[in-house]
Nanobody, 122 residues
Framework: QVQPVESGGGSVQAGDSLRLSCSIS????????MAWFRQGPGKEREFVAA????????AYADAVKGRFTISGGNAKNSVILRMNNLKPEDSAVYYC???????????????WGQGTQVTVSS
């Protein structure tokens, strides 16, 4: 079993940058793929970015492509999400998740962190 723990959220102005970190503890010897999801008020949880367990493959939601970068991976026991040029619509609780399948679907992810709040003011 893997336990992701997020950190690095906060309140910023539009155009600012934030760096979210996800540390991974537990049975990290398995080949878990990692991803970030987010959930805004009154919205469903949505995919943000994913990275394969050794960091070779990456995927991004269209809404964040070119602004967000995911790095690390389970093989490195941490996953980083660098968020640049933040917009008010990026405001949400951001979750780190782990799965044995490389996927952009939240249903495929078995293990979830508690989430970290990101608030972007205009």
């Amino acid at each position: 079993q893997v336990q992701p723990v997020e950190s690095g959220g906060g309140s910023v102005q539009a155009g600012d940058s934030l760096r979210l970190s996800c540390s991974i503890s537990g049975r990290t010897s398995a080949n878990y793929h990692m991803a970030w999801f987010r959930q805004g008020p009154g919205k469903e949880r949505e995919f943000v970015a994913a990275i394969s367990w050794v960091g070779i493959m990456e995927a991004y939601a269209d809404a964040v492509k070119g602004r967000f970068t995911i790095s690390g991976g389970n093989a490195k026991n941490s996953v980083i999400l660098r968020m640049n040029n933040l917009k008010p619509e990026d405001s949400a609780v951001y979750y780190c998740a782990a799965s044995l399948r490389y996927s952009t679907s939240p249903e495929e992810y078995e293990y979830w962190g508690q989430g970290t709040q990101v608030t972007v003011s205009s």
